[in-house]
């Protein structure tokens, strides 16, 4: 059974820093292209960024471009995203997704940027 | 970018009625088009992948059609489980875009 679960959400001032981590497990990590999507309170779905399944390609959407890194590590079955610079519309919750078609999603965690 | 634009916003129909949902595109994504279905406080969940392809364990009854800027997706009978919000998604172009979004709700 695929799985996939995130951690690494919570509550971060604005300005402030998290990383956000993603463990694969039920397929093998090393193959798949993933994704990061991301959905605001009350709001719809937006893509947030993408790394190839060697991760030598990797794409933003324009909202995050320069403040998040994404990255991978297949030895670990891990997806991370890190985020600098944090803002109040970064509030969502992040979920991980499989595949260029994201065909399998985690349950999400949820970042809060407040003061 | 190209953007999704999805209709109607919410569809309100009974158990065991048909429901058509569209998605237009600012400009072709040939068939890199894929359908999602989310209730509160879950995951999304691929329903159709290009275009037209059901993912693994998703019923019959739903179907995706379309191509290039007009897309289609078509639940033949509602179930209750199938009252939620939909979502289109094209993967043909970076950045990734979603449509905003189509609720289907109980009338």
């Known amino acids: 059974e695929v799985q996939l679960v995130e951690s690494g959400g919570g509550l971060v001032q604005p300005g402030g820093s998290l990383r956000l981590s993603c463990v694969a497990s039920g397929f093998t990590f090393s193959t798949y292209e993933m994704n990061w999507v991301r959905q605001a309170p009350g709001k719809g779905l937006e893509w947030v960024s993408y790394i190839s399944s060697s991760g030598s390609t990797i794409y933003y959407a324009d909202s995050v471009k320069g403040r998040f890194t994404i990255s991978r590590d297949n030895a670990q079955n891990s997806l991370y995203l890190q985020m600098n610079s944090l803002r109040a519309e970064d509030t969502a919750v992040y979920y991980c997704?499989?595949?260029?078609?994201?065909?399998?999603w985690g349950q999400g965690t949820l970042v809060t940027v407040s003061s | 970018e190209i953007v999704l634009t999805q209709s109607p916003a919410t569809l309100s129909l009974s158990p065991g009625e048909r429901a058509t949902l569209s998605c237009r595109a600012s400009?072709?994504?040939?068939?890199?088009l894929a359908w999602y279905q989310q209730k509160p406080g879950r995951a999304p969940r691929l329903l159709i992948y290009?275009?037209?392809n059901r993912a693994t364990g998703i019923p019959a009854r739903f179907s995706g059609s379309g191509s290039g800027t007009d897309f289609t997706l078509t639940i033949s009978s509602l179930e209750p489980e199938d009252f939620a919000v939909y979502y289109c998604?094209?993967?043909?172009?970076?950045?990734?875009?979603f449509g905003q979004g189509t609720k289907v709700e109980i009338k």
């Open positions: 997704a499989r595949g260029s078609s994201s065909r399998d």
């Open positions: 400009q072709s994504v040939s068939s890199y």
């Open positions: 290009d275009a037209s």
């Open positions: 998604q094209q993967r043909s172009n970076w950045p990734r875009t």
